[in-house]
């Protein structure tokens, strides 16, 4: 009887375990979108690579591309689906769930202020509004929702940007600012600037007739654990003193944010969104 020494592969479990990878680029993409079953789903490279069997290079070449593709994000917690994939499900423009939260909240400070009170998400380098309260004044704040501001000179969005790394930044706002009024910040150090003051002040943004002449405003970022995920602001003539809602403001936003995710993120994090 002969007795042969070379290994012998279907026995050998090690070999029978090991998965067979997916050949086409498109069956290893749809291997690592299939790691993330929801939005809220996040994972590092390391994890990725673990479940879908890839190797790590392999995996960390196909997610530099899914994310420049916009199909995932890439965040200092890891990575998660990107406005793509969110939108393919109608997710990405779903605010139901942020609108309920924030709705009476932004009451209370109707009611408190006699203000106008907006909402409003980032939306490339514009601010999208998903609500607007007021009574009187209201009229006269020439903003809509499901209208569009530029957020750079607006505190809305200038209170989602602070808390953004300032390359997302200038991706999102580019580098040629737009004078909306003789008050709106339009050049770029000056704007990184004031990106460090409003942190300075515990997420407070305030404006005063950047946008519209004659208007001022301060707002404060909902912040989730990706980063700000909205913001919400009080608008009042340029002569509101600002100072006396700008804690209401503050506090609601937080209230919001633990109401939503459970628990604010440090003060000081700041957050990828590309």
Request: charged share 20%.
């Amino acid at each position: 009887m002969t007795i042969s020494m070379q290994p012998d592969h279907g026995s050998n479990p090690t070999a029978t375990q090991r998965p067979q990878l997916p050949p086409s680029m498109v069956e290893r993409m749809t291997l690592i979108l299939d790691t993330f079953p929801g939005r809220e789903s996040r994972h590092t490279l390391e994890e990725i690579a673990r479940m879908t069997h890839l190797p790590r290079s392999t995996a960390h070449r196909i997610l530099d591309q899914l994310v420049r593709l916009e199909w995932l994000e890439h965040t200092s917690f890891g990575y998660c689906l990107g406005r793509r994939a969110l939108g393919l499900g109608g997710g990405s423009d779903d605010h139901s769930e942020l609108r309920a939260a924030a709705a009476p909240h932004l009451h209370d400070i109707l009611l408190r202020t006699g203000a106008v009170v907006h909402l409003g998400v980032l939306d490339g380098g514009q601010v999208h509004y998903l609500d607007k309260m007021g009574g009187r004044f209201a009229s006269v704040v020439p903003s809509r929702v499901g209208g569009w501001s530029p957020a750079h000179c607006t505190a809305l969005g200038k209170a989602m940007l602070a808390w953004i790394e300032p390359e997302e930044v200038e991706f999102l706002i580019g580098d040629q600012l737009s004078a909306r009024t003789p008050a709106t910040i339009a050049e770029v150090g000056d704007f990184h600037h004031e990106m460090g003051r409003i942190r300075a002040r515990n997420g407070l943004a305030i404006e005063v007739g950047e946008c519209f002449e004659n208007i001022a405003c301060c707002a404060a970022a909902i912040r989730g654990p990706r980063g700000p995920v909205a913001a919400l602001s009080v608008v009042g003539e340029s002569s509101m003193p600002v100072e006396r809602v700008a804690p209401l403001v503050v506090n609601a936003a937080r209230r919001i944010a633990r109401d939503l995710f459970g628990e604010v993120p440090s003060s000081r994090r700041l957050a990828s969104i590309r």
